[in-house]
């Protein structure tokens, strides 16, 4: 049994199904409360991945672990028409999916008989992450119908990697009461030049990276009637303006929401909440949203875990990658990860799977390693 914890800022949805590869396996989707979907409505209130979103996380679960009964009366083995194997429940956490799944291990991970591991594709681990600090950043505006054209930027300001928040030169930062931004020509407004298709991009003189003399905007994640930004940056670009802008959050709801929502805060709580997990994180060359060299997200997980002793890996095997698909069998450039050895974080080709591999096909794979490992 595998519980799909969705990706996004949104409630999730219960379409498209992904059976792909998923054959034996009772797959879960669910709404966060306040999500509507397929003529279905999750009750309660959505708090864009909040304690109320871990609590509904835990009881779906629950009921996947035979704990739970549903408002019937019955539990999962008795609403389905077939055995079902309480014992063996995975959380395949997709995204910004990630981080809920961790908290939820964290607080709630003793209880959770049944879950026994964890997959996870490509989650932003942090804020700063979440938000596109590193990368992969450009995008100044866009017209509703269209989306930035994706360009390998990143972030000029980065300076280095940290397992809880990573570095940034936030000397620039500055606030122009929509977002924050890195003002790398200190003029004190967000400057960009449109693209082919009617966008706006900060890489002014289009050469394809953003340079530290061009500006590096942050559009934050709407929650309420607030776009919050990571507590780091926040607390930075407060400190250069005396008068702070209402429909930004300020350093204390930053941290307020954050210190809810960001996974590498609760990587040490595993430890003890569930010691038998297995992990294994997801990752491609080239992620389906982050830009910056390094994997730093993957990282931060990677090192969550391992120094907390739980066991971790990234990645299926190709074996089980073939099983799905036979000719991926022979494949050279699919790489083999020894479970909990750290890899060669600069060389993303020595531990990530190329594109040409589907990011489904993968998920399958991993949730069927996982559910065999003993
Ligand atoms: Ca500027
Ligand atoms: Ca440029």
């Known amino acids: ?93 997709l995204s910004f999916g990630g981080n809920a799944s961790t908290i939820v291990l964290a607080r709630y991970g003793a209880e959770l008989e049944g879950v026994r591991y964890f997959v996870g594709w490509e989650n932003p681990t942090n804020a700063q ?54 003002d790398g020509n200190n003029n004190s407004r967000v400057d960009s030049t449109a693209t082919g298709n009617g966008c706006q991009t900060a890489d002014t003189n289009v050469d394809n990276r953003i340079s530290d003399t061009e500006d590096f905007p942050i559009n934050g994640i709407p929650a309420g009637n607030l776009r919050y930004f990571s507590p780091q940056i926040t607390e930075a670009a407060a400190s250069h303006t005396p008068s702070w802008p209402g429909a930004l959050a300020n350093p204390g709801q930053s941290e307020a929401f954050w210190k809810e929502r960001e996974a590498v805060r609760f990587y040490d709580a595993i430890s003890e909440s569930k010691p038998a997990l297995k992990v294994m994180l997801l990752a491609s060359v080239r992620d389906h949203v982050q830009t910056s060299p390094g994997h730093h997200h993957i990282r931060q997980a990677f090192e969550g875990f391992h120094r907390n002793n739980i066991w971790v890996t990234i990645n299926p095997t190709r074996e089980s990658l073939a099983e ?49 490992r003993p």
């Open 1 to 93: 049994m595998v519980i799909e914890v969705p990706g996004g800022f949104e409630p999730g949805a219960l379409t498209p199904a992904f059976e792909a590869g998923f054959s034996g396996f009772v797959y879960i989707r669910f709404l966060f409360p306040g999500g509507r979907a397929s003529g279905r409505i999750s009750g309660g209130v959505y708090d864009t991945r909040g304690p109320q979103s871990v609590l509904a996380l835990r009881d779906v679960a629950l009921y996947a672990s035979g704990q739970r009964k549903d408002r019937n009366g019955r539990g999962i083995g008795e609403a389905l028409p077939f055995p079902v194997l309480t014992n063996n429940v995975g959380l395949l956490g």
């Open 129 to 182: 992450i979440a938000t596109g600090e590193p990368g992969p950043g450009g995008a100044v505006t866009c017209p509703a119908n269209l989306r930035p054209q994706r360009g390998d930027l990143y972030n000029p300001f980065f300076t280095g990697y940290g397992a809880m928040a990573l570095r940034f030169d936030y000397g620039k930062v500055r606030s122009d009461g929509q977002r924050l931004f890195f």
């Open 324 to 372: 799905l698909q036979a000719t991926l069998a022979t494949r050279t450039d699919i790489p083999e990860n020894e479970a909990n050895t750290t890899p060669s974080w600069t060389r993303a080709e020595s531990f990530a799977y190329p594109e040409t591999v589907p990011d489904s096909l993968v998920w399958a794979a991993a949730a069927r390693e996982m559910a065999r």
